[in-house]
């Protein structure tokens, strides 16, 4: 058994003696002992505080001081019932009056002697270096001319011409301190092995972790190197909100590499700390470039509040309320029009779910191009293998029949619904088929949300005209009050095509031209006069197109309109537009939304 290292710190030579005799006689400790009362013994513990010692073994107050000060655990040696005993029957020799003073550990064994053998004995309990000079004063005062105490009272009852009697500790009390060192030592040693090996499995974990304190101070990395830079900037930037929700998890890439970073709170002892849990996966390809991207709570809630959407409060339903729609466990699918704000409800509704401290995943299957597909069906990184996450869906329309029958098998297979909140958005338009978006409500039990066209309650347009030119006055430094009737009710006549998005664009429009307090009719009679303008006629009827875009813009939605409309056959929609195939692929692949025909 290897010796535990005691430093023996005795408040007079008499107990550091009989430290040393018996320690002689034992092989399980290796003791070196000073001699040091009070504040010159908080100097020797301080000074070999870092020399490898298991146990500090004192007495009394000097124990207390060491105990308050330094980290190396301190056993006292007791004075036991024996000790203070012996002290007493020496006294009752004499013929002074005497006292028994010290501090509790010698004071409580003393009235329990008091109590049992009906000794009446004054005891006097004193607790540092002042009180007991006080006590003494007083009880010399009282008559009387001599005190059992320990080193520190006797000292000082020299001052006040007081014989005393130390009240000294017996060999028995050394040997239980020598004990107890032990015992102490080993359940030490015990855990700091346990520490030992459980660190060294945390520090070969596959991935890191750090820990970070109540005051988001980073104390702990499990790692063999910190974190890239901006990773930790991506970590410290969500640690207030993991303190104040208990739980955050995000998604970041950099480098190559996909970071999984949860974040838990962990109260310990009463002591809070922040464990951030990073796992990395390398990708095989550019998420965000193939269509599949992420964003968290605070991002969807920013994007939505700052949107006319959040403006003007556009996005009510009249069957069941917003709040209704994320509580529920459910997969949603969204329908509207163009414009109508699909994709900000869908935000909107992660942000208000049970799985808002996980990200939402987006994927655009209109951007997903072969290797997109291929990661989402395929990679185990895929979205669809995980899970308590928000995965959105849209522009389904855009996948080829069989690659719709082959994600909708998948997330029915796998449950992926119900190990998830899906949200699906679709577009209602003439020209575009229902078929996906009736298959997917009947096999997935979603609820739908559907948001009317803007025509359909053009009543609303003079209030959200007025909460949007509010936030326009700010952004263009404008000060107009409102608009003509005549120029309001043109406004209202208006079959918005577009929707919201339209309204929004013309109101910016609008308020960017005004040099007067009200928007006039002329002024909206020409806008949208132009807007009247924005429709191609195609040779199997009208189809709708913004205009104000820039041409790659205008050229990206003519394509996808096709698409849609004839199926995502390529030929077809190539002969349509009176271009070869090579030519539709290169301008689909340019404006990244390459598609494979199955």
Known sequence: MQKVKILGIAPYDGIKSLMLQIAEKRNDVELTAFTGNLDDGLAIAAKYENSGYDVIISRGGTADLIREHCKIPVIDITLSIYDIFRSIKLAENSTNKYVIIGFPAITKNAHFICDILHYNIKICTIHNETEASNALKGLREEGYDMVLCDMITSSLAQKYGMNSILITSGSESIEAAFDLSIQMSVSINKIRNDVTFFQMILENHPHPYLVFNDNLQQIYYSGFSSEPQPVMDEIRKHLPLVKSEGYQKSYFEHGGLLYVLIGKEHTENGQSYIIYYINQRKLPLALTKNGIYHISKEDA??????????????????????????????????????????????????????????????????????????????DNNSPLSDTKTTIYIKNINSLSNDRFMELLSIIKDLNVHRKNRILFTNTLDKDVSLHYSEKIINTLSCLTLTIPPLREHKDDIPNLASLYISVLNMRFAKEIVGFEPAALKLMQDYNWPFNFDQFKRILSQLVNATTTSYISADMVSAILGKELSDTIQMDNGKIYVNLNQTLEEINLEIIKILLNQESNNQSKVAKILGIGRSTLWRMMQKMDMVKTEE
Not at 336 to 358: C, D, F, I, P, V
């Open 301 to 378: 809630y920013d994007k939505f509040f700052n949107s006319f959407y959040g403006i003007t409060h556009s996005t009510q339903n009249d069957f069941m309320s917003i709040e209704q729609y994320a509580e529920s466990d459910y997969p949603v699918m969204i329908l509207g029009e163009h414009g109508t704000g699909k994709e900000q409800l869908a935000r909107l509704l992660y942000a208000n779910s049970k799985y808002q401290n996980n990200p939402m995943i987006i994927i655009d299957c209109a951007r997903l191009g072969t290797r997109g597909w291929e990661f989402i069906t395929g």
